[in-house]
């Protein structure tokens, strides 16, 4: 079984600040794959960024960094120099060598506000 | 090109409908999955097509009927559907690999309401 934990249901940042969202996972499977997606309001859900467990470094994408400890099972999203369009739900996901192919399990989200 | 399109974007029916929701992507994708998502939760997974042949079934009701008519197309068929089935619908697509994990790439949605 999986597990994907945000603690975090609300979150504030001011305009061009950094902002970090916690992710927490459990999982037995040796090999798995951890994502995070935005969903603003309108409605679609939009990758982010992946980080495979067995990759060295850390993910970046643009503003976006995955802070990827698996000692200590987080996958912490940081999105660097907050816009106004970053205030959203993400969500922090995973996939493991020994789940049904395409089963993905998602965590609760975090809602994020971007304050100007 | 990297779009998953869906529609209708919205639907209202009754519980005595019949309707369908369509979703279609051009990436060469070979997996195909809806989620049902109520709001401010996490989407639900229900179906997943894998090489267009239904792989996942979530013990989905069978009001909800999912097919595939060919890799690039996904619908699901909506018959005498509850007030409780009232939400985003979502598809999404992706690739598949042996030992990799390929992220998903959603549609817009469709927000349907039951009457």
């Known amino acids: 079984a999986q597990k994907i934990t945000q603690t975090q249901p609300g979150m504030f940042v001011q305009e061009k600040e950094a902002v970090t969202l916690d992710c927490t996972y459990d999982?037995?499977?040796?090999?798995?794959?951890l994502f995070w997606y935005k969903q603003p309001s309108s409605g679609e859900m939009i990758f982010l960024i992946y980080q495979g467990s067995y990759d060295q470094q850390n993910a970046t994408e643009g503003r976006y960094s995955l802070n990827f400890q698996k000692a200590r099972k987080s996958a912490n999203l940081v999105i660097s120099a907050s816009q106004l369009g970053d205030s959203a739900m993400y969500f922090c996901a995973m996939r493991g060598v020994n789940t049904n192919a395409g089963k993905s399990t998602f965590g609760d989200g975090t809602t994020l506000t971007v304050k100007p | 090109d990297t779009e998953v399109t869906q529609t209708p974007k919205h639907l209202v029916m009754g519980m005595t409908n019949k309707k369908s929701l369509k979703c279609e992507q051009h990436?060469?994708?070979?997996?195909m999955y809806w989620y049902k998502q109520k709001a401010k939760k996490p989407p639900e997974l229900m179906f997943v097509?894998?090489?267009?042949?239904?792989?996942i079934n979530e013990s989905v009701p069978s009001r909800f009927s999912p097919e595939c008519p060919n890799s690039s197309l996904l619908n699901l068929h909506l018959h005498a559907l509850q007030p409780e089935d009232s939400a985003l619908y979502l598809c999404?697509?992706?690739?598949?690999?042996?030992?990799?994990?390929?992220?998903?790439?959603f549609g817009p949605g469709t927000r349907l309401t039951v009457t």
């Open positions: 990436m060469g994708h070979r997996a």
């Open positions: 097509y894998s090489y267009e042949k239904l792989s």
């Open positions: 999982t037995s499977d040796p090999s798995y794959g």
């Open positions: 999404a697509s992706s690739h598949m690999g042996t030992g990799s994990y390929y992220e998903q790439y």
